[in-house]
T-cell receptor, first 113, second 113 residues
């Protein structure tokens, strides 16, 4: 499976600010996804990061709040904009290397004060 | 919309006993069913998966069964060990929706030594 890294691993931010999370894969992958996992909860898909085009957002998530970039097949960023304490969560990227199988990055633990 | 229900939410077993986690899905187009194990503070790790053309798959102490007619699938762990203690997520995805994966709510498994 691919080696996936995320930066930062954790951060504490002030409300109203923005944080950009990076996801780097050691090989080219077709699919990249961004998930949110609130403490003790399941994984909720935020969006599919599409290379060369706008991300596809799930219901309840909008581009203005979670802008996503995917400049190539090994890298993507997720920005959490104008943060509030409700955005405190773990953010995970995942990649699909062959068909449906997804592998997750280590996650970014975000606390908004 | 698509939905995956997972039961039980918590499961406690004695070391050496078997554990069974059950999931049902709503989208009849789903054809890929992965299971992930998430230890505390770690990323979800794929432990086994099954595709819709197979009724059962086994990997050492772990097995998964699928009933497409009833739209349910199950994870079986035999001879449980304390290191099996974790949160387990079932998921369902298909070619429609760009391999979008829907996760169950998770089962917290405790294996008592």
């Amino acid at each position: 499976s691919a080696v996936i890294s995320q930066k930062p691993s954790r951060d504490i931010c002030q409300r109203g600010t923005s944080l950009t999370i990076q996801c780097q894969v050691d090989s080219q992958v077709t699919m990249m996804f961004w998930y949110r996992q609130q403490p003790g909860q399941s994984l909720t898909l935020i969006a599919t990061a599409n290379q060369g085009s706008e991300a596809t957002y799930e219901s309840g998530f909008v581009i203005d709040k979670f802008p996503i970039s995917r400049p190539n097949l090994t890298f993507s960023t997720l920005t959490v904009s104008n943060m509030s304490p409700e955005d405190s969560s773990i953010y995970l990227c995942s990649v699909g290397t062959s068909g449906e199988t997804q592998y997750f990055g280590p996650g970014t633990r975000l606390l908004v004060l | 919309g698509e939905n995956v229900e997972q039961h039980p939410s918590t499961l406690s077993v004695q070391e050496g006993d078997s554990a069974v986690i059950k999931c049902t899905y709503s989208d009849s187009a789903s054809n890929y069913f992965p299971w992930y194990k998430q230890e505390l503070g770690k990323r979800p790790q794929l432990i086994i998966d099954i595709r819709s053309n197979v009724g059962e798959k086994k990997d050492q102490r772990i097995a998964v069964t699928l009933n497409k007619t009833a739209k349910h699938f199950s994870l079986h762990i035999t001879e449980t060990q304390p290191e099996d203690s974790a949160v387990y997520f079932c998921a369902a995805s298909g070619h429609t929706g760009g391999f979008k994966t829907i996760f169950g709510a998770g089962t917290r498994l405790f294996v008592k030594a």
